[in-house]
């Protein structure tokens, strides 16, 4: 249940070049500066606090107005049902 002789064949074409893609491209290196952990510096560490409250806020914000939007939406149902 392959689909047939063609598909078996186009997979292992494209698993070929994969591999070959894995050969041409760059190895990523470890950074040695990171934003959390020893090696961070002080200016990204708090950079880093920034955007985790900004993100929370953000959040917070979205939920609220989730909960708000549907509790309208129940009540205008209820209202008009």
Same mark, same amino acid.
Request: charged fraction near 30%; hydrophobic fraction near 40%; glycine fraction near 10%.
């Given at each position: 249940?392959?689909?047939g002789v063609g598909f078996s064949k186009d997979a292992e074409q494209s698993?070929?070049?994969?591999?070959a893609?894995? #050969?041409?491209?760059?190895?990523l290196k470890f950074s040695d500066q990171t934003?959390?952990?020893?090696?961070?510096?002080i200016e990204a560490i708090d950079e880093s606090i920034k955007y985790?409250?900004?993100? #929370?806020t953000?959040?917070?914000w979205t939920r609220?107005?989730? +909960? +708000?939007g549907l509790i309208i939406a129940?009540?205008?149902?209820?209202i008009f049902w």
């Open positions: 249940m392959t689909g698993l070929q070049g994969n591999r893609l894995g #050969k041409i491209r760059k190895k934003r959390t952990g020893e090696n961070a510096s985790r409250f900004l993100r #929370k953000r959040l917070r609220s107005a989730f +909960f +708000f129940i009540l205008i149902f209820l």
